[in-house]
C-alpha cells in the first residue's frame, strides 16, 4: 500500500515530492504529509486526513521551503487515518521524520521499551517507534542508525529517513516491499516505484532485499545491513509521463480501458523467434525442466486470479496437464503438495503483491519451479523467480485493473501454448496458428470499444440497483466474476458471479422482479445451455443483459438488453467479453457519483498481508 517519494537536489524538494505523491496516490489516499529541511537546518512537516488535495490546499497557503523533502500518501493499517497518525512521523525532539509502507509486527514490544525509556508517542502506528529508535540510534551517521533500526524491526517495511543535522541526506530501506532510485544530475530521489519521479529522470535502479540507501545530491550509495556497498545495475523506464497521465480523460480508467488494444499487442508482440517458435522474456528453467512437470499451481488475488482461471482452461486444452488456481492469500496455509515437478505461475501486475510473494516463497521452498507473470521489470515477484513473462501494459494508475488484466489474460494464453510447443502436446504448425488467432484480438478489442455508447446509457439504470448477478459457462465464469468484482469495486453494488449452471442451486432465490442479471453468452459449445439459463431467470422477472457474439440470435428473444461482440474463438473470448463491464461498471460509478479512480478502502498494490 502507501505512496513513499524522497528527494535530495536543488530543486523545490516541496514540489517535486508533491508531484510525485500526485502519480503515486493509488496506492494510498487515507492521507498525506511531507517533511522538507529548511536551509537553516529546521525540519517543517505537514499532513492531512483524507486525499492528497487536503493537504495541498494547505502547503498553497503555507509553503515549505528547501531542497530535502520527504512525502506520504497512505493507505492506513495500524491507527486510523487521522492527521496525528498521517506521515511523517517524528521522534520526540522534531529531529528525526519517518515515512513509511509496510507494517512492523514487533512494534508493540518495541513501543513498551521506549515508553519505559521516557519516549512520548503521539499517534497509533507502527511507524513513530522508527523515528524514536532513530533518535536513540543517532550520532551522527544517520545511515549507521537506520541499518541498526532494521535488524531490530520484523515484518515488512520500506522507510525514508530525514534528520535534521544532515542537510544533504536521505536514508532509505527496504525489506520485502519495493523501493526504487531514481538517478539524476545533481539531483537524486526514491520512490516506491518509477512514477515518483519519471517526470524527473527515467533512469533507475532497484534496492534489494535488506538493503539500505545514502541519496545525496550529488551520488548515491547503497548498502547492507552490515555497512558493506553493494553494486546494483540501473535500468532504464521505457515510458514518460505522458503514459502516466490522464491525457484529457476524466479518470485514469477511462484512458486505460481504451488502451486495452495497445496493452494487448504488445504484450502477444515479438515473441517468435527466427525458427518460428514462441519465447518467453526470461527463463531459467530448460525444455527438459519444462517436459518434467506434472502439475501446474496458478497463484494470484483479485482480478489477477480471474486472469488465472481462464489460464487454467487454456493450458488445460493445450497441454494436457492438471492445472489448479489458488488464492494467493491462502495458498500456503493448507500445506499444499507441490515440488520439482510442479510449476507454480505467480500472477502479480505489480510483482509486489504480498500474498503472492509469500505464497511463491513457500513452493520455492518445497522445491517448485515459479514462473512469474507480471507488468514490472525488476520487481520482487521476478526476481524470485525461475522464469518471467512480462505483460508490458504500461502504467496502470486507477486503483481496479483493466489493461494490466487484459495483458495478463494475453500472457496465460502465451504460457499455454509456450508449455504446449516445449512439451510437444501441440505441433508447431497449431501454436503459430492458435498465436494468429491471439494476435487478431487488438483489432477486435478495438471494435468493441467503439460499440459502448449503449453499455453507457444502461448505467444510469442500473445506478440504484441493489444488486447484479453475472452469469457465465466455461471461460465466461471466470469473466463472470471479474464483472462482479468490478461492480463491487466501483460502484459498490452488492455483486457475485456464478457459473450460469449453478443458478438454480441456490442463487436464483436471489432473482427478484427487476434485478440486472449480465450473462455472458458469447458464440460457445455451451451456449444452448446458457439460453435454458437466461430463461430460467428472466422467468422470475430479471433483467437480462445480455454480452452475445454477432450474428448468434439464439439468446436474443430472452435478452431485455444485448451487447454484440466480435466473434473469436470461444477460448478467446474473455479477451472481448471483459471489456463491456468493465466500462459498465466505470460508467455506474460516474452515474452515482463516485471516484473511479479511487474506490473507498482500496489501493492500487496490497504489499501487506
Not at 172 to 191: K, M, S, T, W, Y
Not at 241 to 247: D, F, L, R, S, Y
Not at 499 to 508: D, R, S
Request: aromatic letters at 4%.
Amino acid at each position: 500500500m502507501c505512496g513513499i517519494v524522497g528527494y535530495v537536489g536543488a530543486g523545490a524538494g516541496m514540489d517535486v515530492v508533491l508531484e510525485g505523491l500526485r502519480r503515486l496516490e493509488y496506492r494510498g489516499y487515507d492521507s498525506a504529509g511531507v517533511a522538507v529541511l529548511s536551509d537553516d537546518g529546521v525540519l517543517q512537516v505537514e499532513r492531512r486526513a483524507g486525499k492528497l488535495a487536503n493537504l495541498e490546499k494547505v502547503l498553497g497557503d503555507r509553503p515549505l521551503a528547501g531542497s530535502l523533502a520527504i512525502g506520504h500518501t497512505r493507505w492506513a493499517t495500524h491507527g486510523p487515518p487521522t492527521d496525528r497518525n498521517a506521515h511523517p512521523q517524528v521522534d520526540c525532539g522534531n529531529r528525526v521524520a519517518v515515512v513509511h509502507n509496510g507494517t512492523i509486527e514487533n512494534f508493540e514490544a518495541l513501543v513498551a521499551g521506549l515508553e519505559a525509556r521516557g519516549h512520548e508517542r503521539r499517534s497509533d502506528t507502527d511507524t513513530e517507534v522508527v523515528a524514536h529508535l532513530v533518535e536513540e540510534r543517532y550520532d551522527g551517521d544517520l545511515a549507521a542508525a537506520v541499518r541498526g533500526v532494521c535488524r531490530d524491526l520484523e515484518g515488512s517495511f520500506v522507510l525514508v529517513v530525514a534528520h535534521a543535522d544532515e542537510p544533504d541526506l536521505v536514508i532509505g530501506a527496504r525489506r520485502n516491499l519495493p523501493l526504487v532510485i531514481g538517478l539524476g544530475e545533481g539531483e537524486n530521489f526514491l520512490g516506491s516505484d518509477v512514477t515518483a519521479f519519471i517526470g524527473h529522470t527515467r533512469e533507475a535502479r532497484i534496492v534489494d532485499q535488506d538493503q539500505v540507501v545514502e541519496l545525496r545530491r550529488g551520488g548515491v550509495t547503497v548498502t547492507d545491513l552490515d555497512g558493506t556497498v553493494v553494486d546494483g545495475e540501473s535500468f532504464h523506464v521505457d515510458w514518460d509521463t505522458a503514459a502516466a497521465e490522464k491525457g484529457g480523460y476524466e479518470f485514469f480508467m477511462l484512458k486505460e480501458i481504451q488502451e486495452q488494444p495497445d496493452a494487448v499487442r504488445d504484450t502477444i508482440g515479438g515473441r517468435l523467434t527466427a525458427e518460428g517458435l514462441l519465447h518467453l522474456d526470461e527463463l531459467a528453467m530448460s525444455d527438459e525442466d519444462i517436459r518434467g512437470i506434472e502439475q501446474v499451481v496458478i497463484i494470484a488475488c483479485g482480478s489477477s486470479y480471474h486472469s488465472g482461471l481462464v489460464g487454467r482452461y487454456a493450458i488445460e486444452r493445450w497441454c494436457r496437464l492438471p492445472v489448479h488456481v489458488e488464492m494467493a492469500s491462502e495458498f500456503r496455509y493448507r500445506d499444499p503438495v507441490v515440488g520439482r515437478n510442479t510449476l507454480v505461475v505467480a500472477i502479480s501486475q505489480s510483482g509486489e503483491t504480498a500474498d503472492t510473494l509469500e505464497a511463491l516463497r513457500h513452493a520455492r521452498a518445497q522445491k517448485a519451479w515459479v514462473l512469474a507473470v507480471t507488468n514490472t521489470v525488476g520487481s520482487t515477484v521476478s526476481r524470485e523467480s525461475d522464469a518471467a513473462l512480462y505483460t508490458r501494459s504500461g502504467p496502470e494508475v486507477a486503483v481496479a485493473s483493466t489493461k494490466a488484466v487484459i495483458a495478463q489474460l494475453a500472457a496465460m494464453y502465451l504460457v499455454g501454448l509456450y508449455l504446449a510447443q516445449v512439451r510437444g502436446t501441440r505441433d508447431p504448425d497449431e501454436v503459430r496458428a492458435h498465436l494468429r488467432d491471439l494476435q487478431s484480438i487488438p483489432d477486435l478489442v478495438t471494435e468493441v470499444l467503439s460499440r459502448m455508447e449503449p453499455v453507457r446509457a444502461l448505467a444510469g439504470e442500473l445506478a440504484d440497483a441493489p444488486r447484479v448477478l453475472f452469469l457465465g459457462r466455461h471461460v465466461g465464469y471466470p469473466m463472470a466474476l471479474e464483472g462482479a468484482l468490478k461492480l463491487k469495486e466501483l460502484a459498490y453494488i452488492s455483486a457475485e458471479g456464478f457459473p450460469a449452471g449453478e443458478i438454480k442451486h441456490g442463487p436464483i432465490a436471489l432473482i427478484e422482479e427487476g434485478t440486472p442479471v449480465v450473462v455472458l453468452a458469447a458464440r460457445h459449445a455451451l451456449s444452448a445451455k446458457l439460453v435454458n439459463n437466461v430463461q430460467e431467470v428472466r422467468a422470475r422477472g430479471a433483467r437480462t443483459i445480455v454480452i452475445a457474439t454477432d450474428g448468434d440470435e439464439s439468446v436474443t428473444p430472452y435478452a431485455d438488453n444485448i451487447i454484440r461482440i466480435p466473434d473469436t474463438k470461444s477460448l478467446l473470448t474473455p479477451l472481448l467479453t471483459i471489456v463491456p463491464m468493465q466500462v459498465l461498471s466505470a460508467a455506474v460509478a460516474m452515474a452515482k457519483g463516485l471516484d473511479v479512480d479511487q474506490p473507498r478502502n482500496l489501493a492500487k498494490s496490497v504489499t501487506v498481508e
